[in-house]
């Protein structure tokens, strides 16, 4: 198999359109990774008050003291999203009137900056934790997806996973916007976490196998960047469509509009050698000859056959990564360190709306840091190697995550920044 892609370049004309289609597929599927910062965004909220809001006034801060009505929280520095006194005035109990403060279950949300599930459906208070359940739930979506799309592919096929995972991307991402309620949310963000892994995974795979050995390193960095063009995209929709339907449909647009695309993604030239498919193999590499101005030699073809049919009925599973004591301890390492990155990447990814200064800005300027450290990781992989690599980013990513919480308060960008 090297032996073709060493004839055929290692990452000509041909190789940089597969890579292209894919590139823009999983950056739309990426959109879906962060659109949470703006589909559960937490606007200001305070409890309903009908001696203020049935009287024509429904805003946040009324001249009206709201503070006759509803009890200060000193560990928020505002106005109680959840408590109120009963029917009469504050200033008419003593000092201890705080202890008569009662659950409310009516709220008023400041929508003039933009709505969001949160103000639809009123998850605050007790019912606060059902924005962390939302969250997990894509999460296990993502995880369900790579666990089993990743076996479907190698059975039936990269293409055929990333168009269906496409499809279904497209439909789930357009029929969420219709969500008439959290369950109706959660399970639709659920199934399009799912997606979003069968086509960012088997996409990274399928250009890992067209691409020779002296750029697969480079390029396999190339396929993160998806993430930032989704970041970039994601802040200048959000921007200007504050309402959270309207946002959610915007977002689905772009692989709509990409779906033409997967017409011309070529199967995996390694996975139809595996599965004896030598037409259709042999079809790919003449396109690919043609287009890279190239010669392979029908033997090469052939003997690449041979070698990956005397493995197809190997039964490697994800059980061989235990069997032997150095792959079980590199394994446990690497899936740890790729534990605490995820964990690290996405906190701050998706908590930007807690820190100061411009809620869009901060989105943004999360993405954008990340593309010197791709830049720096591409060159660096080449001359260092993974082992030093990923040893001294991981140290200065804990030295930087320490030194966070001792940032001046107001100085959001070096925050980000760090």
């Keep these: 198999m090297e032996e073709i892609l060493n004839t055929l370049g290692h990452f000509g004309t041909y190789q940089k359109l597969q890579f292209f289609h894919v590139f823009l597929l999983s950056s739309c599927a990426s959109n879906h990774m962060f659109s949470s910062v703006f589909l559960e965004y937490e606007p200001e909220t305070r409890c309903y008050v009908p001696d203020i809001d049935d009287n024509s006034s429904t805003s946040l801060n009324s001249s009206v003291s709201l503070n006759d009505y509803i009890p200060w929280d000193d560990e928020t520095g505002k106005l109680s999203e959840c408590l109120v006194f009963p029917s009469a005035p504050a200033r008419d109990f003593d000092n201890a009137s705080l202890q008569m403060a009662v659950q409310c279950d009516t709220w008023v949300f400041d929508t003039s900056y933009r709505t969001s599930i949160i ?112 970041v970039v995209t994601l802040t200048g929709i959000a921007y200007f469509i504050p309402d959270w339907k309207y946002f959610q449909l915007a977002i689905s647009v772009p692989i709509i509009v990409c779906l033409p695309l997967m017409w011309f993604i070529e199967e995996s030239l390694r996975w139809l050698l595996l599965h004896q498919r030598t037409d259709t193999a042999r079809l790919v590499v003449q396109k690919a000859t043609r287009l890279n101005r190239v010669c392979v030699p029908e033997s090469c073809l052939t003997q690449a056959q041979r070698r990956l049919s005397s493995h197809r009925d190997d039964k490697a599973n994800f059980l061989d990564l235990m069997r032997l004591k150095c792959v079980r301890l590199l394994s446990f390492n690497l899936f740890l360190a790729w534990f605490i990155n995820s964990a690290i990447y996405y906190g701050i990814s998706l908590n930007t709306s807690g820190l100061g200064g411009s809620f869009y800005f901060n989105f943004l300027l999360v993405g954008l840091v990340e593309i010197p450290g791709f830049l720096l990781a591409m060159v660096l992989l080449e001359k260092c190697g993974r082992n030093k690599l990923i040893v001294t980013f991981m140290i200065v990513g804990g030295v930087a995550c320490f030194l966070v919480p001792y940032m001046l308060k107001g100085e959001h960008v070096i925050y980000i920044v760090f």
Excluded at 121 to 139: E, P, Q, T
């Design 119 to 230: 103000s639809q459906w009123s998850l605050v208070c007790d019912k606060a934790y059902l924005r962390a359940i939302a969250r997990g739930l894509f999460m296990t979506g993502v995880m369900l997806g790579a666990l089993v799309l990743g076996s479907v592919s190698d059975r039936y096929g990269r293409k055929k996973v990333i168009i269906v995972s496409a499809l279904a991307n497209a439909v789930l991402g357009i029929t969420l916007a219709f969500s008439l309620n959290y369950t109706m949310y959660v399970v639709l963000r659920l199934l399009l976490g799912v997606t979003c892994s069968g086509i960012y995974v088997t996409s990274f795979t399928l250009v890992l196998e067209f691409v020779g050995t002296t750029k697969r390193n480079s390029i396999g960095m190339a396929m993160s960047f998806p993430f930032t063009v989704a």
